[in-house]
């Protein structure tokens, strides 16, 4: 019942931008982290942020620090991902997950229970 789509995905020069989001329903739990992953061919899968929509912390992978922002729209039920300065190795497929927070929520080697289907992020040289 409870569904995470992915939407916002394209094709963009190196240097670029794309706005992400993520439209969560049928979620019931009084706590939600949202998180964003990514799976770049031939590597493995990578987390890229996290929102705790509890009180609105975000946490990020290094890699993305100072580019990428997460943010929420809660009535619209919907997190985002702001992709700046996007690089042609970061092409590949962009997922987003959501589960109660645990007290260790700002780390992305947690499993998830809820996820989307994905959206193609592809960045030209």
């Known amino acids: 019942q409870v569904q995470l789509v992915e939407s916002g995905g394209g094709s963009v020069q190196a240097g670029g931008s794309l706005r992400l989001s993520c439209a969560v329903s049928?979620?019931?739990?009084?706590?939600?982290?949202v998180a964003w992953f990514r799976q770049v061919p031939g590597k493995e899968r990578e987390g890229v942020a996290i929102?705790?929509?509890?009180?609105?912390?975000?946490y990020y992978a290094d890699s993305v620090k100072g580019r990428f922002t997460i943010s929420q729209d809660n009535i619209k039920n919907t997190v985002y991902l702001q992709l700046s300065s996007l690089k042609p190795e970061e092409t590949g497929m962009y997922y987003c997950a959501a589960d109660p927070c645990r007290i260790n929520w700002a780390r992305f080697d947690l499993e998830y229970t809820y996820w989307g289907q994905g959206t193609q992020v592809t960045v030209s040289s």
């Open positions: 929102i705790n929509t509890n009180v609105g912390n975000e």
């Open positions: 049928g979620y019931t739990a009084s706590s939600k982290c």
